[in-house]
């Protein structure tokens, strides 16, 4: 099974920036795309960023005057979201996600990983 841990969350003021990391371990077959979501209590969790193994980037949340920037290194082990202008909207637990096109037992069936989450605060 693949395990995600995520790292770099914290208390920061607005305006400051933040820089996620998410290591992937276990036995990994392929991994498809990595992804970062947030998720706030009682709302539903939302997608911020994707990368996929050809390096394709998708970051679909509207964030006008500002640019994070998601990556992956390691053979898609490792993603970081880099979080830069941050606003005291922007707290939230956030996740990272793993899409792997092979389930435990190396058969072809799309399977989902996720992290525990750590959290960023972003304080006014």
């Known amino acids: 099974q693949v395990q995600l841990v995520e790292s770099g969350g914290g208390l920061v003021q607005s305006g400051g920036s933040l820089r996620l990391s998410c290591a992937a371990s276990?036995?990994?077959?392929?991994?498809?795309?990595l992804s970062w979501y947030r998720q706030v209590p009682g709302k539903q969790r939302e997608l911020v960023a994707t990368?996929?193994?050809?390096?394709?980037?998708?970051i679909p949340i509207p964030m006008p005057r500002r640019t994070w920037t998601i990556s992956a290194a390691d053979g898609m082990r490792a993603t970081y979201l880099q979080m830069n202008n941050l606003e005291p909207d922007d707290t939230a637990t956030y996740y990272c996600?793993?899409?792997?096109?092979?389930?435990?037992?190396?058969?072809?069936?799309?399977?989902?990983?996720w992290g525990q989450g750590t959290q960023v605060t972003v304080s006014s």
């Open positions: 990368i996929r193994n050809n390096g394709r980037q998708s």
């Open positions: 996600h793993a899409l792997s096109r092979y389930n435990d037992y190396g058969a072809a069936i799309p399977t989902d990983y």
């Open positions: 276990g036995i990994i077959f392929s991994l498809d795309s």
